[in-house]
């Protein structure tokens, strides 16, 4: 069984401040982690995924997030808010094997302020 | 590669009837899921296909919700009787699964339903 918490439904940056969006996980299993972006009326598009390589994982858009094991947690980083970064953010958890279905949190809305 | 596309975009229908969508994978990918995503929530796990397999179902998928692989390629959900309750937004990903691929699921951009 595997479930994710994203901790904050809202999270408001201004523009040029760092952005950091929280996801704990738990999995029975070691994880593959993902963190999707949402615009509106869109689909999902991958930020990143995290897959047992290197803890620290960069993606698209200047966004990265760390694996951290002790804390399972795969907070989401950027050091320099945009306004183009105003969508909904999705962390994702899967197993590392079988069917890779993964499960969602609730998301997280990045609110940026000029 | 033009990505997943979802038809329609948008569907109203009113509440008994039945609607069918279609999900068109990125042509090489062999896994197709379905999702269902309503207003402050996140993806909820449907169904998915293994080319023309369907492997899974959630215990979301009613008897009401019948999906189709046919060939492995495109893909078609169907909901009958449509009730106010199946309003959302359903998602279709697919992803090349297999050997030491790690699977990366893309999305489409959804089909809205709204059942008055």
């Known amino acids: 069984a595997q479930s994710v918490t994203q901790l904050g439904s809202h999270v408001s940056v201004s523009e040029g401040a760092l952005v950091l969006l929280r996801c704990n996980y738990s999995?029975?299993?070691?994880?593959?982690l993902f963190w999707y972006v949402q615009y509106p009326n869109q689909g999902l598009q991958l930020l990143l995924k995290?897959?047992?390589?290197?803890?620290l994982v960069k993606g698209i858009n200047g966004f990265e997030a760390e694996f951290k094991k002790s804390e399972t947690s795969f907070h989401l980083t950027k050091p320099s808010a945009h306004m183009s970064d105003a969508a909904e953010y999705f962390c994702?958890?899967?197993?590392?094997?079988?069917?890779?279905?993964?499960?969602f949190g609730r998301g997280t809305s990045l609110i940026v302020h000029p | 590669d033009t990505g997943v596309s979802q038809n329609p975009r948008h569907k109203i229908t009113k509440r008994g009837q039945n609607v069918t969508f279609r999900c068109d994978p990125i042509?090489?990918?062999?896994?197709l899921y379905w999702y269902r995503q309503t207003l402050g929530q996140g993806p909820e796990f449907l169904t998915y296909?293994?080319?023309?397999?369907?492997?899974?179902k959630s215990r979301l998928l009613s008897d009401r919700f019948s999906a189709e692989r046919p060939k492995g390629s495109f893909s078609t959900l169907e909901i009958q009787r449509t009730e106010q309750g199946d309003s959302a937004m359903y998602l279709c990903?697919?992803?090349?699964?297999?050997?030491?691929?790690?699977?990366?699921?893309?999305f489409g951009p959804g089909t809205r339903l709204t059942v008055l």
């Open positions: 999995s029975s299993v070691p994880p593959y």
């Open positions: 296909f293994q080319n023309e397999a369907q492997l899974e």
């Open positions: 994702a958890v899967s197993a590392s094997g079988g069917s890779y279905i993964p499960t």
């Open positions: 990903a697919s992803s090349l699964t297999g050997g030491r691929v790690t699977d990366t699921q893309y």
């Open positions: 995290y897959t047992s390589a290197a803890t």
């Open positions: 042509s090489e990918h062999n896994r």
